[in-house]
Nanobody, 115 residues
Framework: QSQFVESGGGVVQPGGSLRLSCAASGMLFPLYTMGWYRQAPGKQRDLVATVTGGGGINYADSVKGRFTISRDNIKNTVYLQMNSLSPEDTAIYYC?????????WGQGTQVTVSS
């Protein structure tokens, strides 16, 4: 019954930047660990970054130094700032919320890095 509205995806040239947003409703947002995952065509869905309710952050090695995850507990929104994008970053990006054994997934937003 939780809902997510994902936005910010699109097409960008290599070296460019995008900022993804995931606005949550129907949950006690500050209690959840929020994360971004991505899935490229023909590949598994992989962790990109997570941020706990207390502000602890984890990044995949492939995005360290380029991506920044953050959250606004007033707006119930988690962000992913993506810089220095490369074609390898092309994927559908999914927002995830997790607390205890409860998990919720967003619908995903397409990020395409071309040329």
């Amino acid at each position: 019954q939780s809902q997510f509205v994902e936005s910010g995806g699109g097409v960008v040239q290599p070296g460019g930047s995008l900022r993804l947003s995931c606005a949550a409703s129907g949950m006690l947002f500050p209690l959840y660990t929020m994360g971004w995952y991505r899935q490229a065509p023909g590949k598994q869905r992989d962790l990109v970054a997570t941020v706990t309710g207390g502000g602890g952050i984890n990044y995949a090695d492939s995005v360290k130094g380029r991506f920044t995850i953050s959250r606004d507990n007033i707006k119930n929104t988690v962000y992913l700032q993506m810089n220095s994008l490369s074609p390898e970053d092309t994927a559908i990006y999914y927002c995830k919320a997790e607390k205890w054994s409860v998990q919720y997934w967003g619908q995903g937003t397409q990020v395409t890095v071309s040329s």
